[in-house]
């Protein structure tokens, strides 16, 4: 159906600019309302499992606070979930979907720690470097399996980015139990890496691994290029309209698989720091849940570079939050995954509702 | 142009019986815009009622009501005298209202039974038996069509046709024509209206949508004009004419270059009068600017659209190239664009190769291209109109600064281009989306002459412009042919041709049946060449 032409001048003004005020309020509301709600439906299965809602809620919210570990602990959370969600929103941003999150991480710290095994003697100088880059790559390259794949037979990037996580699992397990195995570590799990591989402290004490330090530049790095370069406002041109966007010259399928090979290598560097700054291996399970959780990050920021550092903060106390309230309480720490979801599906849901009420104000 | 038969108008009031529908007092807006105001309509039983008016002044809007795509704000809608509320189109096919729209949405992989019959409960007796309703339809009605054709096979004519057939299935007893002929060529056009005059002989009403006073002139029983959302007048077919109807359409004519009126309007001798304004160029010499030689291209399912096609523009002339749509107008365009790859063959701008180049090549090599769809193709709806005229420039160096774009030189220049070109917008940073079609056009044009181009292509420029909006694309053409552009222009609008074009090829089939020097343009002989009767026939 033809869109209906509004005007008969050319243009009036489409709608009248509301206040600054208005517009913040319109901004700032849905989230306001999605936090509430989903701490009062949460709070209401809390109750009905029978535990002490104030007591859990409580947790969650001052752990992080409470204490230099808590605040350690957030912040040391806080890196691989920005640049996770990074790595899920750059694609996003041509409305590619990448899911392979974990296996970019797992694959990138597999490298990492491969480098770090092997070349143990070096100084830190030489070896830490190395042991990122080589995470970096790995994670590009991993990615760039699904990106030569969708741009060269168009294979769906959901799929392949989803199905190549499970081959990572198999990739760490072989590395941690047949090339470089611990047998001591109780998991499957590499040996240490050289001291020279280690990530020092910053702060403190108690001290957030330096790779923090790296997360903020990639992140200030990734919102001044989308904003502020050509390459950003192709990808965002891409995005919004590729027939238009390649009318007007963008090769849409390429500024895609460089998308989602960037997005492979920020998961792959969120690998090398966990083994440089946290595990000082690489090991099975240390993906945690971050993929999921970049992912929900990415989509309440909804896509934006500025937006997501600080959802992905608010997310780091949850989850910090959840494990103590787990301890103190006794709510399982899953409860916080469900608040997660539905502030979400909150957000989302406050969408259409503003929607509809943008429409029959107008 | 001799225009069509002048019959006797179709179909007149018939005196006593209720009103098949009413409508009164009905409002809608988007938004801060008003589309409609007020707006009442009236149909008499087993009349051809035209509703015309410029491009926003709400036809559409008002039927798009009738037919429960909106919900009025207000107002009250009549059926055979009962009031009754529209929600669906469902409920306007309950009431036995039916609407083909301008773009025809059908399952393209369906055949024409299965396509009619969609949406319907089916009815008893299956496929075979709707075949045969739509056989006996069809002979009734002079709509010719077989009902076991696949639709991507028919032709922009015969999927109309199957529209109409399905409104008339179902048992309308209002039928809604939403600009029916822009597609068709003009003995189509004299074919659909033998067909409406039998379908408003057996008591169907008909609701005529246009901007082309001639077409409602040769039609029409009575006709009803529109201007900023409200009915400003209905009159008998017997006592207007066209500059009658073309000066309530726009208010008044004072000022306005005749030919333009009338091609915007389509209210007559428009060949003629555009070749007494202006003369005839004289023949180019030298090389062509722009030389396409057995172009071979595939439509987007991978089947040749283009076979070998030939052409030669050269810079300072219109060449038109005229068609009926789905002949391979939109892989010519885009393969002029540097858009849809050149599968054989080879394009030539200023002597250099630039057939399996890269779009950006093209561009840097003078290519400006106004798609069709400027919607779909020609912007960035979500992006702000500052965005969509950096599109295209973003690595110039002019508006870089330190490996960054120069946001602040990007937005004075935006901030000049809306003012030379009239954009009217809320401001550099609002929606380019959210502009009316015609700013929309002017920011795509803006965009193209910012290029420089010596190679200007342009598809259907005034689809769905007002006068002053068609009037500004007039007039740059005109700018960009004088500056020694090569431009060409596609267009399924023989007016519009006859204006502009210094040159006109015929697009049948991917091929060139036929072309034709400013001076000789004849409708009826373009029309055959756009049906595929070869000049040798």
């Known amino acids: ?362 | 142009m001799s225009g069509p038969a002048p019959a006797a108008p179709a179909g007149s009031a018939v005196p006593g019986s209720p009103r098949p529908l009413t409508m009164s007092g009905i409002s809608k807006s988007f938004g801060s815009v008003r589309a409609l105001s007020d707006a009442d309509f009236e149909l008499a039983p087993g009349e051809v009622h035209g509703l015309v008016g410029g491009n926003g002044a709400g036809k559409t809007t008002l039927m798009n009501v009738l037919y429960g795509l909106y919900r009025p704000d207000a107002g009250e809608v009549h059926v055979d005298g009962r009031e009754v509320t529209i929600r669906s189109p469902r409920d306007a096919i309950g009431l036995g209202i039916g609407m083909v729209h301008q773009h025809l949405l059908q399952v393209s992989t369906y055949s024409v039974v299965e396509n009619v019959v969609l949406g319907t409960s089916g009815g008893s007796g299956g496929l075979r038996q709707a075949a045969r309703r739509i056989t006996e339809l069809s002979d009734r009605f002079g709509l010719a069509v077989d009902p076991r054709a696949r639709t991507d096979r028919l032709s922009v004519g015969a999927r109309q046709r199957v529209e109409i057939l399905k409104v008339l299935y179902r048992g309308a007893r209002v039928l809604i024509l939403d600009e029916p002929t822009t597609n068709l060529t003009p003995q189509e056009v004299d074919a659909l209206f033998a067909s409406l005059r039998e379908i408003v002989a057996e008591g169907t009403s008909v609701v005529f949508i246009s901007h082309k006073a001639r077409e409602v002139l040769a039609i029409c029983g009575r006709i009803s004009v529109m201007r900023d959302g409200r009915r400003i007048a209905t009159v008998p077919r017997a006592s207007t004419d066209a500059t009658g109807l073309a000066s309530l359409m726009v208010g008044e004519l004072a000022g306005e270059r005749t030919s333009e009126v009338a091609a915007a309007l389509g209210v007559g001798e428009v060949a003629s009068a555009a070749a007494a304004e202006e003369p005839v160029a004289s023949t180019p010499d030298g090389p062509a600017l722009l030389s396409v030689s057995g172009v071979v291209a595939h439509n987007d399912h991978g089947v040749a659209a283009l076979h070998g096609l030939d052409l030669e523009v050269w810079a300072g002339e219109v060449l038109g190239v005229a068609g009926v749509a789905g002949n391979g107008q939109v892989e010519l365009a885009e393969v002029l664009a540097g858009v849809r790859p050149v599968r054989q063959g080879s394009v030539r701008v200023g002597g250099s190769e630039l057939a399996g180049a890269p779009t950006r090549r093209w561009l840097s090599a003078g290519v400006a291209y106004v798609p069709e769809d400027r919607h779909r193709d020609g912007i960035l709806g979500a992006a702000t109109v500052t965005d969509n005229l950096l599109l295209g420039a973003q690595r110039d160096r002019a508006y870089r600064r330190g490996g960054m774009i120069d946001w602040r030189r990007v937005r004075e220049h935006a901030r000049d281009t809306i003012d030379r070109y009239s954009i009217k917008t809320p401001g550099p940073d609002a929606p380019a989306g959210n502009l009316s079609g015609g700013n929309i056009q002017r920011l795509v044009l803006a965009r193209a002459f910012d290029r420089e181009p010596s190679v200007l292509v342009l598809q259907n420029p005034t689809r769905g412009l007002d006068l002053r909006s068609a009037r500004f694309v007039y007039d740059r053409v005109r700018d960009a042919r004088d500056r020694g552009c090569a431009v060409v222009l596609i267009s399924e609008d023989l007016d519009e041709l006859s204006l502009l074009a210094d040159r006109m090829v015929v697009l049948y089939s991917g091929e060139v049946v036929g072309e034709r020097r400013r001076g000789h343009y004849d409708a009826y002989e373009l029309g055959r060449l756009m049906a595929g009767l070869r000049e040798d026939a």
């Open chain 1, 1 to 362: 159906m033809s869109a209906p032409v509004l005007t008969e001048e050319p243009g009036a003004p489409a709608t009248a600019s509301p206040g600054i005020g208005t517009r913040l309020l319109r901004g700032v509301l849905p989230y306001v309302l999605a936090l509430v709600l989903a701490f009062v439906v949460s709070g209401i299965v809390i109750v009905a499992l029978g535990y002490d809602v104030v007591g859990a809620y409580r947790t969650i919210l001052t752990t992080s606070f409470r204490t230099g570990f808590g605040f350690t602990e957030t912040l040391t959370k806080w890196v691989p979930l920005t640049l996770l969600a990074l790595g899920f929103t750059i694609p996003l941003a041509v409305n590619r979907f990448n899911i392979g999150g974990e296996g970019q991480l797992l694959v990138g710290a597999t490298a990492a720690a491969g480098v770090g095994i092997v070349h143990a003697d070096l100084p830190a100088a030489v070896l830490l470097p190395l042991v990122i880059v080589a995470g970096v790559l790995s994670g590009a390259l991993w990615a760039g399996i699904a990106a030569f794949l969708m741009g060269r037979f168009r294979v769906n990037e959901i799929l392949s980015t989803v199905l190549l996580n499970f081959v990572s699992f198999q990739v760490l397990d072989y590395v941690a139990t047949e090339v470089w195995s611990d047998p001591a570590a109780g998991v499957a799990a590499t040996q240490r890496v050289g001291a020279g591989a280690l990530l020092p402290d910053v702060g403190g004490p108690p001290g957030v691994h330096a790779g923090i330090l790296l997360a903020v530049l990639v992140t200030l790095v990734t919102i001044v290029v989308t904003r502020r370069t050509a390459a950003g406002f192709e990808l965002r041109a891409a995005g919004t309209n590729p027939r238009a966007a390649g009318i007007n010259g963008i090769r849409v399928e390429k500024v895609a698989v460089l998308a989602l090979i960037t997005g492979g290598a920020l998961g792959g560097l969120a690998g090398a720091l966990e083994v440089s700054g946290v595990h000082g291996r690489a090991l099975e399970g240390m993906q945690s849940n971050f993929l999921l959780i970049g992912i929900i990050v990415g989509l309440i920021a909804r896509g934006s570079a500025l937006w997501v550092p600080v959802v992905a903060f608010g997310i780091a106390i949850l989850e910090v939050g959840a494990s103590s309230m787990q301890r103190t309480v006794g709510v399982p720490a899953e409860m916080v995954l469900i608040i997660e979801a539905l502030i979400l599906i909150f957000l989302l849901l406050s969408d259409v509702i503003a929607g509809r009420l943008a429409r029959r104000a107008a």
